[in-house]
């Protein structure tokens, strides 16, 4: 029998590289996996069929957009900073003391609706935790092409890491969005830390139903005209009109599709998407990136739910935002 130091030495080679690779594996996978939370665990089939019935309207009616108007406990404040491309409009929800200020990106596609448009959540969102809303009128696409929106959100995102002390008394950041929103957020917290080096300042983020490739992920690419909300037909006419003769290299470019960038030294991050969405695998793949680069996830997802399905009046809307406010305050502490 042959002891160990009788081994041909390649076989103890082969064994020190694969110890070596094991030990690799379990620094690359088992340290970030643990960083993960969820809410897996948690039974939504009591309200599986109001959400069903959600899906069978959608599939037949285009939604209206969001009441401008809607009515709010708070006072929406107008504020005007200059940008790149001329003066942007910030709507600003205060309370009457402000733990942290949140930026706020909307969504609509890149090419529609408006800060007023998130104002009933954003005037809950800063009555619930206690926070200021800062929430950009970026300019839309096709008039103003991409990347002119982003440009926006960043400036109004260096005004508020440069203002945040003098204008909230807070040093603490979060930013929050939705949809097109999300991918605009997701840029824009990269800035912060390649850019502004500011990172730090930045306690968590919200993404909800984000698109982060722009090339298109397997759920997006097998959305159908049956797809609740957002069809095929509405994708392929959005993402036409914003990125027009876009290439493939061009679309997964890293500055513009953050499921591609270096996810490295993020903040805190929740994920909500509902598993009807066509952009479901966006939010897994990239939540999976962010958390495989040593960062904190959060990962909300609700069964059968559609795009954008905290915009209706459904609980699991009610229940999602509630998730949304509990992780930020407890950011907030």
């Not at 950009?136 to 508020?160: E, I, M, S, T």
């Not at 599709?257 to 490295?264: F, G, N, R």
Request: hydrophobic share 40%.
């Amino acid at each position: 029998m042959h002891n160990i130091y009788s081994l041909p030495k390649s076989f103890t080679m082969l064994s020190t590289r694969f110890i070596a690779g094991v030990l690799l594996l379990q620094a690359i996978f088992l340290q970030p996996v643990s960083a993960q939370q969820n809410n897996f665990n948690e039974d939504y089939s009591v309200y599986l069929p109001e959400i069903r019935q959600l899906n069978n309207q959608l599939r037949w009616e285009f939604p209206p957009m969001p009441d401008s108007n809607a009515k709010t406990l708070l006072k929406p404040l107008a504020r005007y900073i200059v940008g790149p491309h001329g003066n942007i409009s910030l709507r600003i929800f205060r309370p009457a003391v402000s733990r942290a200020v949140v930026l706020d990106i909307h969504g609509g596609g890149w090419s529609e609706g408006m800060a007023a448009f998130n104002d009933v959540f954003n005037d809950e969102l800063a009555r619930r935790c206690s926070v200021a809303v800062v929430s950009v009128d970026y300019r839309l696409a096709p008039a103003n092409p991409f990347p002119v929106g982003l440009d926006d959100c960043k400036a109004a995102a260096k005004w508020l890491v440069n203002n945040a002390v003098k204008e909230f008394h807070t040093e603490k950041i979060f930013i929050s969005s939705g949809s097109a929103g999300s991918h605009l957020a997701a840029l824009t917290t990269l800035y912060i830390r390649d850019s502004l080096n500011a990172i730090s300042k930045i306690k968590g983020v919200n993404l909800e139903y984000g698109a982060y490739d722009l090339g298109g992920t397997p759920s997006f690419r097998q959305a159908n005209d049956s797809t609740p909300f957002m069809n095929r037909q509405v994708l392929d006419y959005v993402f036409n009109l914003v990125f027009p003769g876009w290439t493939m290299a061009q679309k997964q470019d890293p500055r513009y599709s953050p499921l591609y960038a270096d996810l490295h030294n993020l903040p805190p991050v929740i994920f909500t998407v509902g598993t009807a969405d066509p952009l479901v695998d966006d939010t897994y793949f990239m939540e999976a990136r962010w958390r495989l680069a040593g960062n904190k996830t959060y990962l909300a997802v609700y069964p059968e739910a559609p795009h954008a399905f905290d915009g209706f009046p459904v609980k699991m809307g009610k229940i999602a935002h509630e998730k949304i406010f509990q992780w930020i305050k407890e950011r907030c502490e």
